[in-house]
């Protein structure tokens, strides 16, 4: 009787084990999917983003880096989620003028070929933050903003500072 007990407990555990397995291959399938965008997509979102502040904010320059998790596009519009990095500079001062970096929906209207900034979704503050994420992102990008936001972020404003100093140079090469 005794061992019929713990062959039934090392069945559940066995059980439970290869669940997890199953989950932690499934997350790690959905989380490393790359999303890219077209060309077009790619350009209109970044010079959308870049340009989104000029009302509010008196600025020279933009850098807008990204981690896509999906696009979901219809005839008419995009809705592009991810994480995104937007900081806004002067050209003489290396300290931003402003700056965003973390997850938004971006919809963007479609006309033809072109891409027109129609609304940004941002979570709400504070203890509502991760609930209003859950219910406005797909539940395939769950993996990314549970688990490896922190990696993002890194990746993200190191691509802004890269931008920052290619600008800076190019412009240096220009006067």
Known sequence: MR????SKKKRIILVIVGIVIALSALLFYWDHQIV???QELDKSLRHELAHMDNEYFEYDFAVVSYRLFKINESKDEADIYGMFYIEQYKEDSDVS????LDYMKVTM???????KLEEVWIPKDGDQY????LKEFPINTWSRILFTGDKYRLELVEEGRQQYEEYILDNSKNN
């Not at 061992?3 to 713990?6: D, F, I, L, Q, V």
């Not at 003028?97 to 965003?100: F, N, R």
């Not at 209207?109 to 891409?115: E, S, V, W």
């Open 3 to 6: 061992e019929e007990k713990m």
């Open 36 to 38: 890219t965008p077209s």
């Open 97 to 100: 003028v402003s700056g965003y």
């Open 109 to 115: 209207k479609i006309n033809g070929d072109q891409y």
């Open 130 to 133: 991760l609930t209003s994420l």
